[in-house]
């Protein structure tokens, strides 16, 4: 079982997007995956097609009043893909968990042990903040993947997310690894986008994923029809290339990864 987080405290870089899309392509791929919905907006769950009134429990009940993780798994139309789902109260989340003593702050490890067998990867969508719920989500990462729009102040703020993975990795998880910087909103015709990408290769060399994810209106429609891109429109440039981003991220995987 691979864990992957989708993380950047910056918003509207395309985090849920990248969380629903990569877990879908993994679900297209035969894998078996479980998606964790950790933002309060809840647009994982929702983008997946999952109903407010067909929530009984969700991750808030997880994280807070210890519900068994197997009572707030929920099955999605999406082939191969469950979700972990949200709603709003997990804004809340953060001031429940700073109340716990320091060995309840760890959560999602000892439960994330009991399903291993029943999944191959589990993709974590996080809220932008670096607060406790992200910082639970990396202590049992494998790997990261930090999505980057192709605009201004593309890097801002990331010196302090890598400090926090730094972090993270020397005091509970020392296999932690970025797995891929993905760039997002790619216009090859921008001069900007072009730049940026220019920066950000440069910055995380060699970390970069070959896949870009263009500025695509169908990406953006898809979650308010509660399926992913490939359900949408699997013709699309969007689908296309969440699909070569799947396979950069088995291949990843084959070729670095070990068996968990």
Not at 12 to 33: C, E, I, Q, S, Y
Not at 111 to 123: A, P
Not at 236 to 251: D, N, Q
Request: aromatic share 6%.
């Amino acid at each position: 079982m691979e864990i992957i987080v989708i993380t950047n405290q910056k918003g509207g870089v395309g985090k849920t997007t990248t969380a629903m899309n990569l877990a879908a392509g993994l679900g297209l791929k035969d894998k078996r995956v479980l998606l964790i919905d950790l933002d309060p907006q809840a647009n994982s769950t929702s983008g997946l097609g999952i109903e407010k009134h067909n929530i009984n429990k969700d991750v808030f009940d997880f994280i807070v009043d210890n519900e068994p993780i197997n009572n707030i798994i929920i099955e999605t139309k999406t082939k191969g893909v469950n979700i972990i789902p949200s709603t709003i109260q997990l804004a809340g989340a953060d001031i429940h968990l700073s109340m716990k003593n320091e060995s309840e702050k760890i959560i999602f490890k000892d439960s994330l042990e009991l399903i291993k067998n029943d999944y191959d990867y589990i993709i974590m969508d996080c809220p932008p903040s670096l607060g406790l719920i992200n910082r639970n989500a990396l202590s049992v990462a494998h790997k990261i993947i930090i999505p980057i729009q192709t605009e201004y102040y593309a890097l801002e703020g990331l010196t302090q997310l890598l400090s926090t993975i730094s972090l993270v990795k020397k005091m509970f998880n020392p296999e932690l690894t970025i797995g891929g910087i993905l760039l997002t909103m790619y216009d090859s015709r921008a001069n900007l986008a072009n730049e940026v990408k220019d920066e950000v290769q440069k910055f995380f060399k060699g970390q970069v994923f070959k896949t870009m994810i263009p500025r695509n209106i169908k990406l953006a429609e898809a979650p308010s029809t509660g399926q992913a891109i490939f359900d949408y429109d699997k013709s699309s440039r969007g689908a296309e290339a969440y699909l070569k981003l799947t396979k950069e991220v088995i291949k990843w995987e084959e070729n670095n990864g070990k068996k968990r």
